[in-house]
């Protein structure tokens, strides 16, 4: 199992650009299928994107496409989440985690918080008007 830390959440102004980065340790960090989570006041976790161990096969939620870029860097045991244009709804804590097991989740995504087993301990982004 592998341990996350998110960074990088803090105040900033609509249509600035943020980047989380989610640090891993432990090992086998490079074969897990990654995503990141938020979770605003009031509402439940929702996902924002994932990303296939290789890099490849990145989805994104719909309400963020064109805007976030999520990629990863194996070298280093992160992964990266760039946000630009942010918009006031955008505000959240934002997690990052890891699937259950190497191989769960299908190449084509992963959507579910019940398909994840490691969580870090969320990073709050504030975008105000």
């Known amino acids: 199992q592998v341990q996350l830390v998110e960074s990088g959440g803090r105040l900033v102004q609509a249509g600035g650009s943020l980047r989380l980065s989610c640090a891993a340790s432990?090992?086998?960090?490079?074969?897990?299928?990654m995503g990141w989570f938020r979770q605003a006041p009031g509402k439940e976790r929702e996902h924002v994107g994932d990303?296939?161990?290789?890099?490849?096969?990145?989805y994104y939620a719909e309400s963020v496409k064109g805007r976030f870029t999520i990629s990863r860097d194996n070298a280093k045991n992160t992964m990266y989440l760039q946000m630009n244009s942010l918009k006031p709804e955008d505000t959240a804590v934002y997690y990052c985690?890891?699937?259950?097991?190497?191989?769960?989740?299908?190449?084509?995504?992963?959507?579910?918080?019940?398909?994840?087993?490691?969580w870090g301990q969320g990073t709050q982004v504030t975008v105000s008007s």
């Open positions: 985690a890891a699937e259950l097991t190497v191989g769960h989740c299908s190449a084509y995504g992963c959507y579910d918080v019940a398909d994840y087993g490691a």
């Open positions: 990303i296939h161990w290789s890099g490849t096969n990145v």
């Open positions: 432990g090992r086998g960090f490079s074969r897990y299928r």
